[in-house]
């Protein structure tokens, strides 16, 4: 063995061994138990790791934005994918994921178009067959001519494809037709949806995937507007009042409000 002792062999694989335990297991320690944090109450960049950087990769990846797999450890394509997300918004590219990314990632709607990047053995074909859109929308949306050639890592807009609502949406006969015509509408969509509907009038009801768990997200701000709308309507709050934003009031989150300084008002 070149003059190596077995004896010594063992000794360097048990060494190789023990050095490995130690550095794999808090990698699996982080990626099955990451530490709680509210989405938008910390600056992320490379190294970061919890359940907020979790959300950014998750957010990131339903637009567009390729993050790899959602693991909550921020690593390269992380970084790769905050990168894209920054020059698309036009936004300074240093990979510091802070108030201004948290804020723009308010913004983002499925209006917005896909930031795709090419791969290999991609065509303009499978690219728009993939998301649903069609290879001049694609061409269309880039500036490309019909005979332009992709290459690896080109980065391209793919649009969303348009909404087809149907046409009885709007003149539905009875609830069960209404409940069918909104089940056709969504399908159109990637994602899953949770519809619940009331006729004010009658009281009638009926729900799609009403009974699974969704993350409620800005969702709650709809109760607590009727809330509020209600109180103004009783006259027991002025709309036109400023109310002015304490060190109190302040909450983890992605609010565009949470950069102002405190003591500023507000409508």
């Excluded at 990698?27 to 109450?41: C, D, H, V």
């Excluded at 910390?42 to 797999?69: C, I, W």
């Excluded at 394509?77 to 936004?91: A, E, H, I, P, Y």
């Excluded at 859109?133 to 494809?161: C, E, F, M, R, W």
Aim: glycine share 10%; no cysteine; net charge neutral.
């Amino acid at each position: 063995m070149g003059g190596i002792k077995l004896k010594n062999i063992k000794k360097i694989l048990s060494w190789i061994l023990i050095i490995a335990i130690v550095v794999l297991i808090p990698i699996f320690s982080y990626a099955r138990n990451l530490p709680k944090f509210t989405f938008g109450s910390r600056l992320l960049y490379s190294g970061t790791y919890g359940t907020d950087v979790e959300e950014l990769q998750a957010m990131l990846n339903k637009a567009g934005f390729d993050t790899g797999t959602v693991d909550g450890i921020f690593g390269k394509m992380t970084l790769n994918g905050v990168l894209d997300f920054q020059r698309s918004k036009n936004l300074v590219p240093d990979g510091i994921v802070g108030p201004k990314i948290y804020a723009a990632l308010e913004t983002v709607s499925w209006a917005d178009p896909i930031v795709y990047s090419v791969k290999p053995g991609d065509n303009l074909y499978f690219i728009a067959k993939r998301h649903g859109t069609n290879v001049q929308n694609i061409i269309d949306a880039n500036g490309l001519n019909d005979g332009d050639s992709l290459y690896v890592g080109q980065k391209i807009l793919i649009p969303h494809p348009p909404v087809e609502v149907p046409q009885q949406l709007n003149n539905a006969t009875n609830y069960q037709e209404l409940k069918n015509n909104i089940q056709a509408l969504i399908s159109q969509y990637p994602g899953k949806y949770g519809v619940y509907f009331i006729d004010l009038n009658t009281g009638q009801t009926f729900e799609i995937n009403g009974y699974d768990s969704f993350i409620a997200a800005s969702t709650y701000k709809v109760p607590l507007n009727f809330y509020l709308y209600t109180l103004i309507t009783d006259g027991k709050i002025d709309p036109n009042m400023k109310v002015q934003y304490t060190q109190a009031d302040y909450e983890g989150g992605a609010g565009s409000i949470q950069a102002d300084p405190v003591g500023s008002y507000y409508t």
